[in-house]
């Protein structure tokens, strides 16, 4: 018991200590060649197994297509859940490397929501013979590219720090709405899209010479995800210290 | 290669190609810019404050 304690303190310590952000720097920086290596690996052998994977005997090879969109559209979501973690960061803990992470994932997330759209338009073509339908599952997804914009946009429009993560937080928490309709739109709606045929509670209805490659470039597009991510945050934070430079400049101009 | 859907499948992986990479040498030269900024600022000398402030 006193042991399980001990973990939630030391976990929570330094949790905390990454607030200090030439801690959170020093750690990005030995952190990320790790991660842009094992992304590179898990790439190399994703794709190697999805070119080697059989062509499908409905879809031909335009499987082939799965197996970037499927991941760009799982990380479009899961990139705005990590955002929704961190408005609660914002909001009820205040911790300050949560408004970093939501301000550093919001253009990551706008570029695989983009590759969601792209992929899946190119894929839709040819298997239901339209570019683009406004059905549920597809205008829901097209909503997420314009909430990741929205925040974006509002990120740069407002210059107060603690005014501008808090409105990041409460839009950002507001979107989440969209997230489970993205998901459960093939259910709830006629749409042309396939229902889920991965992440079904009952045995996934993908035979395992599409699975192991799909489930290889998910892998591979989440430490990509990690990798950028963690980048991205390191901008932030050098991006607060030219400001805080600049202000203490002025300070000293006067 | 592809057989006739060649026209799908190819510009799929190129634009995903594109756009991973232009977002990744996006976040390289704002790393790379930000850190020249602190350092002409750091040159003209003007410092952090004490416990390395945002």
């Given at each position: 018991m006193n042991d399980v304690a001990t973990q939630k303190t030391g976990f929570w310590t330094w949790l905390t200590g990454l607030a200090n952000p030439t801690r959170f720097m020093g750690l990005a920086d030995r952190w990320i060649p790790w991660l842009a290596a094992i992304t590179t690996a898990l790439l190399a052998l994703g794709l190697w197994m999805s070119f080697n994977a059989p062509e499908d005997y409905q879809q031909g090879a335009t499987v082939l297509i799965m197996f970037i969109h499927v991941p760009t559209v799982w990380l479009a979501m899961f990139c705005y859940l990590v955002m929704s973690i961190s408005a609660l960061?914002?909001?009820?803990?205040?911790?300050?490397?949560?408004?970093?992470?939501?301000?550093?994932?919001?253009?990551?997330?706008?570029?695989?929501?983009?590759?969601?759209?792209?992929?899946?338009?190119?894929?839709?073509?040819?298997?239901?013979?339209?570019?683009?339908?406004?059905?549920?599952?597809?205008?829901?997804?097209?909503?997420?590219?314009?909430?990741?914009?929205?925040?974006?946009?509002?990120?740069?429009?407002?210059?107060?720090?603690?005014?501008?993560?808090?409105?990041?937080?409460?839009?950002?928490?507001?979107?989440?709405?969209?997230?489970?309709?993205?998901?459960?739109?093939?259910?709830?709606?006629?749409?042309?899209?396939?229902?889920?045929?991965?992440?079904?509670?009952?045995?996934?209805?993908?035979?395992?010479?599409?699975?192991?490659?799909?489930?290889?470039?998910?892998?591979?597009?989440?430490?990509?995800?990690?990798?950028?991510?963690?980048?991205?945050?390191r901008n932030e934070i050098l991006r607060r210290r030219i400001r805080s430079l600049k202000l203490r400049a002025a300070a000293g101009e006067r | 290669m592809f057989g006739k859907h060649a026209a799908y499948i190819i510009p799929s992986y190129t634009l995903t190609v594109l756009v991973i990479a232009g977002l990744l040498l996006w976040i390289l030269a704002t790393y790379r810019k930000r850190k020249n900024e602190i350092a002409a600022l750091e040159a003209k000398g003007i410092k952090r404050g004490a416990g390395g402030e945002q």
């Amino acid at each position: 018991m006193n042991d399980v304690a001990t973990q939630k303190t030391g976990f929570w310590t330094w949790l905390t200590g990454l607030a200090n952000p030439t801690r959170f720097m020093g750690l990005a920086d030995r952190w990320i060649p790790w991660l842009a290596a094992i992304t590179t690996a898990l790439l190399a052998l994703g794709l190697w197994m999805s070119f080697n994977a059989p062509e499908d005997y409905q879809q031909g090879a335009t499987v082939l297509i799965m197996f970037i969109h499927v991941p760009t559209v799982w990380l479009a979501m899961f990139c705005y859940l990590v955002m929704s973690i961190s408005a609660l960061g914002t909001l009820v803990w205040r911790h300050p490397l949560s408004d970093v992470a939501l301000r550093a994932a919001a253009p990551i997330g706008a570029a695989f929501t983009l590759l969601g759209l792209i992929t899946g338009s190119l894929w839709g073509k040819p298997m239901w013979g339209a570019w683009w339908v406004w059905d549920a599952r597809l205008t829901s997804f097209l909503v997420l590219l314009i909430i990741y914009l929205g925040i974006i946009s509002l990120g740069r429009a407002l210059e107060e720090p603690t005014q501008a993560a808090k409105a990041l937080a409460i839009t950002t928490l507001v979107g989440f709405i969209n997230l489970p309709i993205i998901k459960f739109s093939v259910d709830w709606f006629e749409t042309l899209h396939q229902p889920a045929s991965v992440s079904r509670l009952a045995k996934p209805a993908m035979d395992v010479a599409f699975l192991y490659p799909l489930l290889t470039m998910a892998l591979a597009f989440s430490f990509l995800f990690a990798t950028l991510h963690l980048m991205n945050m390191r901008n932030e934070i050098l991006r607060r210290r030219i400001r805080s430079l600049k202000l203490r400049a002025a300070a000293g101009e006067r | 290669m592809f057989g006739k859907h060649a026209a799908y499948i190819i510009p799929s992986y190129t634009l995903t190609v594109l756009v991973i990479a232009g977002l990744l040498l996006w976040i390289l030269a704002t790393y790379r810019k930000r850190k020249n900024e602190i350092a002409a600022l750091e040159a003209k000398g003007i410092k952090r404050g004490a416990g390395g402030e945002q």
